[in-house]
T-cell receptor, first 112, second 111 residues
Framework: DADVTQTPRNRITKTGKRIMLECSQT?????MYWYRQDPGLGLRLIYY???????NKGEISDGYSVSRQAQAKFSLSLESAIPNQTALYFC???????????FGPGTRLLVL | SQQGEEDPQALSIQEGENATMNCSYK?????LQWYRQNSGRGLVHLIL?????REKHSGRLRVTLDTSKKSSSLLITASRAADTASYFC???????????FGRGTSLIVHP
């Protein structure tokens, strides 16, 4: 089984809808991250969490919120989706004091 | 904002040839990492080189780091069609454990 899983893998939604993307990991890592990837722009950090009680904004947090339900679970919510949030979203994890990141398979989101 | 910028943006070669990708960055770093992404998939870590290292090898991969020029290169020797992917450099600054990713180099290896 994959160490980092994301659900759903694909999602189509309409402008104004609230949606949640979920991430689970079995690596036992403390640190979890949410990125979005747009063509030609690489990966940009949305939010990150160094442990269950720690949540930090990344480069592009506006329009997003997160919840760290447990060490193994980190969810990303779009409160009111807009078309320019159409992107590929990745969850990643890393161990404490380790810089190497382990990525999930991604969620492809289309906002109409 | 991107810290590392890969060059070229796209590279097309024949199987068996070597592929070289470069990464330039702007501020001092603690380490630099290279990741690979197959189309539409998650990134996979390839190699990490620290600021006090100049060269590292892993199988057919060779990474160099020149901190005076703020640049790194990734060399894939004897490329295979299966090496077709996007390759990203990611830099980690001192005091941070979070890599900042570049925009990537798209490599196509023709069989």
């Amino acid at each position: 089984d994959a160490d980092v899983t994301q659900t759903p893998r694909n999602r189509i939604t309409k402008t104004g809808k609230r949606i949640m993307l979920e991430c689970s990991q079995t690596k036992g890592h403390d640190r979890m991250y949410w990125y979005r990837q747009d063509p030609g722009l690489g990966l940009r950090l949305i939010y990150y969490s160094f442990d269950v009680k720690d949540i930090n904004k990344g480069e592009i947090s506006d329009g997003y919120s997160v919840s760290r339900q447990a060490q193994a679970k980190f969810s990303l919510s779009l409160e009111s989706a807009i078309p320019n949030q159409t992107a590929l979203y990745f969850c990643a994890t890393s161990g404490r004091n380790q810089e190497t990141q382990y990525f999930g398979p991604g969620t492809r989101l289309l906002v109409l | 904002s991107q810290q590392g910028e890969e060059d070229p943006q796209a590279l097309s070669i024949q199987e068996g040839e070597n592929a070289t990708m470069n990464c330039s960055y702007k501020t001092s770093i603690n380490n630099l990492q290279w990741y690979r992404q197959n189309s539409g998939r998650g990134l996979v870590h390839l190699i990490l080189i620290r600021s006090n290292e100049r060269e590292k090898h892993s199988g057919r991969l060779r990474v160099t780091l020149d901190t005076s020029k703020k640049s790194s290169s990734l060399l894939i020797t004897a490329s295979r069609a299966a090496d077709t992917a996007s390759y990203f450099c990611a830099t980690v600054r001192g005091g941070s454990y979070i890599p900042t990713f570049g925009r990537g180099t798209s490599l196509i290896v023709h069989p």
